[in-house]
């Protein structure tokens, strides 16, 4: 059973930079998918960034230059620096993974989106509150 675990979250005031950080367990594979989205209040879930096997890093349009998704290492911790934050990041930010079988013919990002759509296609983390104020 895959379980992951975010971390890093809290408040700052616009301009400023937080790292969310996601700890992943029980992957058998050894290239994995992992994605950050989130939700703010009265607004869809979207996905933020993704990263696949340490690479590949995919971004929102919105957070394109100042967030950057990385995992440096083979143990399963993928890291988003988050900088030049703007209120609109204001978010439940969530970690999340897909089925491995998934990616034999989708994106990780794509991937990752289903998933946030609301379908069924893997796990994901208890959620992180990160807040930004002007």
């Known amino acids: 059973q895959i379980q992951l675990h975010e971390s890093g979250g809290g408040s700052v005031q616009a301009g400023g930079s937080l790292r969310l950080s996601c700890s992943a367990s029980g992957y058998t594979d050894s290239s994995i998918c992992i994605g950050w989205l989130r939700q703010a209040p009265g607004k869809p879930r979207e996905l933020v960034a993704s990263?696949?096997?340490?690479?590949?890093?995919y971004y929102a349009d919105s957070v394109k230059g100042r967030f950057t998704i990385s995992q440096p290492n083979v143990q399963n911790t993928v890291y988003m620096e988050m900088n030049s934050l703007k209120p609109e990041d204001t978010a439940m930010y969530y970690c999340a993974t897909v089925f491995y079988h998934l990616l034999s013919r989708w994106k990780c990002d794509e991937a990752i989106q289903a998933l946030g759509a609301g379908t069924n296609l893997g796990y994901w983390g208890q959620g992180i509150q990160v807040t930004v104020s002007s």
């Open positions: 990263i696949y096997s340490r690479s590949r890093p």
